[in-house]
């Protein structure tokens, strides 16, 4: 193994980029008795603190009887959860009936946005702002409805200002192209190769750099004659795979065989070669090759299906490939979830635009202040829900906070946590309502922003996104290129840049399902301690981009790990979900009971933020008839 980062390089750095004179507002940030939680590093997402009590109550049966407690405080509504969802539910609440209603947000962690988190880092006097979670707002012209663009009208959002704002040609005016890493362990060596034949989604870059030849590109592949023989084949000659099937029995044969098996057997890529997609559709699903629908790959267009003569399927969602995927801010939808909590709660920052949101100060002791209508708390996981029994009565909530157990009653009550959590803190819930909020087994993952000193290494190898089919971190790129309301993305390789690297913990290609994989793979993402997560960052960089000069001893100023045990929300996978007749079930597990509503990503079984938006409206609506 290679260098490994001393713990007290990081304390050195951080104080050295103290010393070294920030502005006013970084030296404010870098305080360290300040609670600004987007400026720790180490490991964060579901940090240590914020899912113990949840486990209690899930994994345990632990129980929270509050009915003896007395009522502590009232509300208008209480929403439990401070992600994009919960945040749009206070906001669309509140446009119902009044700035004067009285609504009590609660998160379990002790910053606001869910997985929309915002990671900020110091490096030689320079801020970085990268993204812990969600990343960007996805093809706005083909998802967004009306309620979504509204919302974010309200908020400033403007998308075509991301038009100037993402530089689609900066790192291709360096030359640089998409890559392919093979590890040792899995290909017998080592070796970075410049070019990659599998793109897929919308394309964020505009580049006049000529793609490498194919024959070139895959000839550098550390496999067997015969396997790169096959991926050449594959790539330059697509054919139709499924000849002599009809259009109907293609489509019905893609939703039962993976998308592994569909390269392996009936592209006929053998063993060896289809090892080169393992990690393909990691990044973009989540999921690998093996648990995903050879369907749902071809309606994300990877490779393989252009000779099947289906086209789109008249898939309406088929534009959303056409849309350039730039619609990102320098820390992701973590802006999103700050405009909403700025709005909703103006003390805590100034500005009202999407362009000073960025560099704001957010003052997080504004967030719940005695006498505010609206209140945000963190650190509080709700451990029980209950309809009064009176008929259109109130709500009574209890959450644990620092060790105690609080109550507090609401006219209404959204949930916007996690589906899977819901029927162990209502029991009053049918059972067929919490057997459907079950089913939302969410994927975990993994996902790392690294600041280094600069990114000479990358432009000394010719790449700015590495893919790797059987590493560790299955993908390592540069930072999105945005310059948004005074943040100047760095454009200079000598400049410190982030580097975001993912971890999808799986055990893929054992015959294993996509839920056994999930829970096995939360199991190895919350077993694994940081020190583990930074050896493997330190030591797959050196191997990487070494060759190009890169040394993490020296070029690593700070790591933050994004875990995410309950990551994207469940989708229906036509591998392992029978085909439903009637309601689906993520519409039984999202049925108001009483004064109780729901609403998050998990309630339309879609990860996007768009879908979190869209749920948050219908929950809010549904309390009116309530």
């Not at 393989?304 to 088929?318: C, I, K, N, Q, S």
């Not at 619609?327 to 939808?333: I, K, L, Q, S, V």
């Not at 109550?407 to 162990?424: D, S």
């Not at 933050?560 to 597990?589: C, M, Q």
Request: hydrophobic share 40%; glycine share 10%; with cysteine.
């Amino acid at each position: 193994m290679s260098n490994t980062i001393n713990r007290r390089d990081f304390l050195g750095g951080t104080a050295l980029a103290i010393a070294a004179g920030l502005t006013p507002l970084a030296q404010l940030r870098a305080e360290p008795d300040r609670d600004y939680p987007p400026s720790l590093t180490g490991l964060r997402g579901s940090h240590p603190g914020s899912f113990e009590i949840a486990h209690e109550v899930g994994r345990e049966g632990k129980s929270f009887d509050i009915s003896r407690l007395a009522v502590e405080q009232s509300f208008d509504l209480v929403v439990v959860g401070g992600g994009i969802s919960g945040l749009a539910a206070a906001w669309f609440f509140r446009e119902q009936h009044g700035v004067a209603t009285r609504i009590l947000i609660l998160e379990n962690h002790d910053d606001f946005g869910g997985h929309a988190k915002r990671n900020e880092f110091q490096v030689d006097g320079r801020l970085l702002l990268g993204y812990g979670g969600t990343e960007s707002l996805q093809s706005p012209k083909t998802f967004f409805s009306k309620t979504v663009n509204r919302l974010l009208h309200s908020l400033g959002v403007d998308t075509r200002r991301f038009d100037t704002a993402f530089d689609r040609k900066l790192y291709g005016s360096f030359g640089l192209r998409h890559g392919v890493y093979f590890d040792r362990e899995t290909f017998g060596v080592d070796r970075l190769v410049v070019g990659n034949p599998v793109v897929t989604g919308g394309d964020s870059f505009a580049s006049d750099t000529k793609p490498r030849p194919i024959e070139t590109v895959v000839a550098e592949f550390p496999l067997s004659d015969d396997a790169k023989a096959r991926l050449v084949k594959f790539f330059k000659h697509p054919r139709d795979y499924l000849a002599g099937k009809s259009k109907e029995e293609k489509v019905a044969y893609l939703k039962t065989i993976s998308y592994r098996d569909f390269l392996r057997k009936d592209a006929e890529l053998g063993d060896e070669a289809v090892k080169f997609f393992d990690g393909s559709s990691l990044g973009l699903m989540a999921m690998g090759p093996d648990i995903v629908p050879a369907l749902d790959a071809m309606n994300s267009q990877y490779p393989g299906f252009t000779g099947l003569g289906l086209g789109d399927l008249g898939d309406p969602e088929a534009a959303a490939f056409d849309e350039p995927y730039i619609y990102h801010f320098p820390d992701g939808n973590a802006s999103i979830a700050r405009l909403l909590v700025r709005d909703l709660i103006p003390t805590v920052a100034p500005g009202h635009t999407m362009e000073d949101v960025v560099l704001a100060d957010f003052d997080y002791s504004r967030l719940d202040v005695e006498g505010a209508p609206i209140r945000l708390r963190l650190n509080s996981t709700a451990v029980a829900v209950a309809n009064a029994h009176s008929r259109g009565g109130p709500v009574d909530i209890g959450y644990m906070r620092s060790g105690t157990l609080h109550r507090v009653q609401a006219k209404k009550c959204v949930l916007a946590g996690y589906n899977m959590m819901i029927p162990h803190i209502m029991s009053e819930l049918p059972e067929a309502q919490k057997q459907a909020l079950a089913l939302s087994v969410k994927m975990p993952l993994v996902y790392v922003n690294v600041a280094v000193r600069n990114w000479h290494a990358f432009v000394n190898l010719g790449v700015d996104d590495i893919y790797s089919p059987t590493a560790y971190y299955s993908n390592t790129k540069l930072d999105y290129p945005v310059s948004l309301g005074g943040y100047r993305n760095p454009r200079d390789p000598g400049e410190p840049m982030l580097l975001h690297m993912e971890h999808i913990p799986l055990t893929p290609n054992q015959g294993l399902s996509n839920v056994e994989q999930f829970r096995l793979g939360r199991q190895l993402l919350l077993g694994t301690p940081f020190a583990e997560y930074e050896t493997r960052i330190a030591d797959q960089l050196d191997r990487m981009l070494g060759p190009g000069g890169f040394q993490s001893a020296r070029d690593i100023a700070a790591i933050t790990v994004n875990r995410w045990p309950h990551g994207y929300s469940y989708s229906a996978d036509s591998l392992f979900d029978p085909e439903t007749k009637g309601p689906e079930p993520y519409e039984i597990a999202r049925k108001r009971c009483g004064g109780v509503t729901i609403a998050n990503s998990d309630a339309g079984w879609n990860s996007y933020t768009h879908e979190a938006i869209d749920q948050a409206w219908r929950a809010v609506n549904e309390l009116k008839s309530s």
